[in-house]
């Protein structure tokens, strides 16, 4: 059973989608992070000099930005295996906590909008979706990475309920200057996630969208669990 599971920013993709793979004894893969991994990198070797977005990383001053990320790309594969993957971006091993760093998130959907490199980063995703079942966590698994997939997930909520969650789960205080500058930043990710021309954040026509606003975690990956079984029957 392959489950794809879409959704914007701090939707709760990656808890529900670990605790789904968990009760069903199948892998998990956080796709966002192949993307940090990347982007990681190229901040480390000093390739972005000022803040990019997408609709800058796509004109001509950036070509050779653009073929160097795909080379990263080229290089980039995940060890590990079940619930527990790490990634490689050729012969550097990245922690997951060094791909949550704020640098980061204000370049990764620059990168993440590179055709190229999203052509390369595919078959890492496929690979790991074909060992024996998995839950795929992404933006475009339902639509691009996995279109055939035998259960598709939409989660949905509020910026401002995915800013709060967010904000709690870092240990900042509802209304606190970091609690704002978070929903800034998610909503300026989203839209670009939303708005670039290659697999942008979308539903898939066949997904199933859930809108978590006013439901505990533990009722969301319920959903998704029944929405599972109803497939394996
Ligand atoms: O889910 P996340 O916040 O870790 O994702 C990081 C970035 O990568 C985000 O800007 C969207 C992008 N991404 C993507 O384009 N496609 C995916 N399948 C996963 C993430």
Redesign the pocket.
Known sequence: MRIAI?GP??SG??SVGRLVAEALGIGFL???????AITRRAIDLGWFTAPITAADVAGAIYEQVRRDLTELARTTDVQGSGLSFTMVVGDVTLADSQLEAADV?LY??AV?SIASV?DALRAV?RNVASRGGSVL?????GTV?LPDAECKIFLDATAEERARRRALQRGFAVGSSEHQAILTSLIA?DA??RARPV?P?VAAADAITIHTDQMALADVVQRVMAEARKVAR
């Open positions: 879409d920013a701090s993709k990656s956080d796709t966002g992070l192949l993307y940090r998130e990764v959907p993440a999203r995703q966590v992404g933006r475009d698994i990475v990710r670009e996630d697999a954040l």
